[in-house]
């Protein structure tokens, strides 16, 4: 079982607070899925496989998003495991980004001049199928307080890191004592001028933008950038829009990163709809991420040349400020790499 991305900080006791036990119900058992989908025995059987490799977890308001009897569902095929995830593809490796060669400091990413990142929580509230970190070591890059002293300190020493990044499995899995904690430390640090928070919590639970989060994002000191990562416009339903209505309110700046996925987005209406629907909740695209050749994730993948068709499809139907850029991240480059 690859169970490196888990589930945690669900909490299903009376006091929690609700995207807590939202989380502690969220559909983990591919069958249940399978059935609550009208799916069939052939779609469970692959389930099976799929979820032995990295395991299953859809909370239920996203799930309320996905179309029953429809196992061509955008929303879906991106939380449905299968059995294409056992094939092996040449090219498809476990750590796709080499991240391994860049950690200073437990919990600590130093990839590009002038930023960091720290993986804040290493739960996630969903479990992509595509994720390029499904095989990534959470276990030992998960600090406790004293721990986080190593990362900290490395971000003092080096006056050249004006942002920290909260990244994971999904920063926001992490509760606000911790996550306000943490921001409280970055603030200490002078020469830290931003926070960029990459989550997909306000999207799959948006209830996770309660007044706790807010309370924290909006008393920080550092300006605040969110990037959500939504895939398809069928993600934003009304309670998404409100959650983001709110992150603004308190100051933060909204952003969207998407992947290209084979048989989620991979058409021109497609990516124009959820740049329009992106707007409607006033996020703004920032990037399409060509696939990271993750091992098990190759059935998603889109070709560059196809991809870069694509977008010269979207420049001909969006303006400029809905167009997202189109990039891959290559190791041991000093940014992404427009494509
Ligand atoms: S893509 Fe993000 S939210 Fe999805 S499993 Fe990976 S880290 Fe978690």
């Not at 059987?45 to 977890?57: D, K, N, P, R, V």
């Not at 406790?144 to 920290?164: G, K, M, P, T």
């Not at 909006?218 to 398809?232: K, P, Y």
């Amino acid at each position: 079982m690859q169970d490196n991305i888990i589930i945690a900080n669900a909490d299903d006791t009376p006091s929690a607070a609700s995207w807590q036990r939202q989380l502690s119900r969220a559909v983990r058992d591919p069958q249940t899925l399978c059935e609550r989908l009208g799916l069939g025995s052939l779609w469970q059987a692959g389930a099976h496989t799929g979820h032995a490799l990295f395991e299953t977890c859809v909370p239920e308001a996203f799930l309320a998003r996905i179309k029953p009897h429809d196992p061509n569902d955008p929303l879906l095929r991106q939380v449905l495991p299968l059995s294409n995830e056992a094939l092996e593809t040449p090219g498809f490796v476990s750590d796709p980004l080499a991240e391994a060669e860049h950690r200073p400091a437990r919990g600590l990413i130093h990839k590009y001049h002038g930023r960091v990142l720290l993986i804040a929580s290493p739960n996630c509230a969903v479990n992509c199928r595509y994720c390029f970190r499904r095989h990534f070591p959470y276990a030992d890059n998960a600090p406790s307080r004293a721990q986080w002293q190593e990362a900290l300190n490395y971000l003092r020493a080096d006056e050249s890191i004006r942002e920290a990044i909260f990244s994971g499995g999904d920063p926001l899995a992490g509760s606000d004592r911790q996550l306000a904690w943490l921001v409280g430390e970055l603030e200490g640090i002078a020469h830290l001028k931003r926070l960029r928070i990459h989550t997909r919590l306000p999207v799959v639970i948006p209830d996770r933008v309660d007044d706790a989060l807010l309370g924290w994002l909006g008393q920080a000191r550092l300006q605040t950038v969110m990037v959500l990562h939504i895939n398809h416009a069928q993600e934003i339903d009304r309670a998404v829009i409100e959650a983001c209505a709110r992150l603004q309110q308190a100051g933060v700046t909204l952003l969207n990163q998407s992947v290209l996925l084979r048989g989620v987005n991979d058409d021109v209406d497609t990516l124009a709809a959820l740049s329009e629907r992106l707007f409607d909740a006033r996020v703004l695209p920032y990037y399409l991420h060509v696939l990271d050749p993750v091992a098990g994730a190759a059935h998603f993948d889109v070709s560059d040349d196809e991809a870069r068709e694509l977008v010269a499809g979207l420049r001909q139907q969006l303006p400029g400020f809905l167009m997202p850029r189109l990039v891959r991240e290559i190791p041991g480059e000093a940014s992404k790499t427009p494509l």
